[in-house]
């Protein structure tokens, strides 16, 4: 048991979800240097750029985010997208286990837009994810524009 479908996590991806709550990332972490346990080990309201901040660079996170765009002058759209962060210094066992660990979180965290691999804070460029998010929304009412 990884730890990834406790209560904590889930009451975490619920409040993400939700429209009348705040949150709107969630944070997973490995519990310890070696095994699969996971734990929940921040929230937040402050969107991809406060998430970013959280990130670290010797570890394997998972991220679940909210994001919400105009989608044209009198509507906007909400889509979430997961992050699976491997920070630069991530040892090299860890890395290898990431695409079998990832599988765990994707059922739990399941309902995403868009996936961002990201070992690089960079990669959390909310411009750069919005696109992202539209291509795989369907309709683009901005003509394909940022």
């Known amino acids: 048991m990884s730890g990834i479908d406790s209560p ?30 996971m ?13 970013a901040e ?3 660079n010797s570890q394997v996170q998972y991220a679940y985010v909210r994001v919400e765009y105009a989608n044209d002058a009198e509507s906007k759209r909400v889509k979430f997208a997961l992050v699976v962060w491997i920070g630069e210094n991530t040892k090299v066992m860890r890395k290898a286990r990431v695409s079998i660990e990832a599988g765990a979180v994707k059922k739990v965290l399941s ?36």
């Not at 734990?39 to 998430?51: D, F, P, Q, R, W």
């Not at 959390?124 to 998010?133: F, G, S």
């Open 39 to 51: 734990v929940l080990s921040k929230t937040g309201t402050g969107g991809l750029a406060e998430l």
């Open 111 to 146: 309902h995403y837009s868009v996936q961002v691999d990201a070992d690089d804070k960079r990669d959390l460029n909310e411009a750069d994810i919005v696109t992202r998010l539209r291509k795989a929304g369907g309709a683009d009412y901005n003509g394909g524009r940022g």
């Open 54 to 56: 959280e990130l670290d």
């Open 8 to 37: 904590e996590i889930l009451t975490a991806y619920d409040a993400v979800r939700s429209d009348k709550d705040e949150t709107n990332w969630l944070l997973i972490s490995y519990a310890s240097a070696t095994g699969n346990q």
